[in-house]
């Protein structure tokens, strides 16, 4: 009976061992994925919240991922990026404005959203900076549904994480 049992488990092993699964499709020829930086400059908000719908310049992949930053400032000689959505609040703690933003596979728009926009400060509403990072990610359709825990509120963390070389961001007004 022991001898069954072995010739069982070597078959077996061997049978298993050899299992290989199909290649995946090639990726594109000649080319790495890498990461888009985009700055947007001189973005101004009309009375509506609208800030305009400006094309990638090229098209999106199902699972990239699109991050968006606002320029709030500088501090130890680096821009400071806050992450979009932003929300500003009344003194009260009731919403003001949020500085949102949404995008196709094709384009992004900025925007606000919130209460009485033509009251929003000139000096938020008008000549701001944003940064959009657009993350390569996996095909959603032959990837596993599992959830990406990633934080993406810190810029700098981003471009380390993803070594994203942010010395040619390409620029857009």
């Not at 991050?67 to 806050?82: H, I």
Request: hydrophobic share 35%; charged share 20%.
């Amino acid at each position: 009976m022991k001898k069954i049992l072995t010739l069982f488990a070597v078959i077996g092993l061997i049978a298993f061992s050899s299992c290989e699964g199909p290649e995946g499709p090639p990726g594109p020829p000649g080319e790495s994925v890498a990461a888009d930086v985009i700055d947007v400059n001189n973005v101004s908000f009309d009375a509506n919240g609208n800030g305009g719908v400006r094309p990638f310049g090229f098209t999106l992949f199902p699972g990239d991922v699109v991050l968006a930053y606002r320029a709030d400032g500088v501090s130890a000689g680096r821009t400071v990026w806050v992450q979009i959505p932003e929300s500003h609040y009344y003194d009260d703690g009731t919403l003001f404005f949020t500085y949102k933003f949404n995008f196709t596979l094709v384009d992004y728009e900025l925007y606000l959203q919130g209460f009485e926009l033509n009251t929003v400060p000139a000096d938020l509403r008008t000549g701001q900076k944003f940064r959009i990072v657009v993350v390569p990610g996996n095909d959603p359709v032959n990837t596993n549904k599992s959830v990406n825990k990633s934080d993406y509120s810190d810029y700098y963390a981003v471009i380390k994480k993803y070594n994203i070389d942010d010395s040619n961001v390409k620029q857009v007004n």
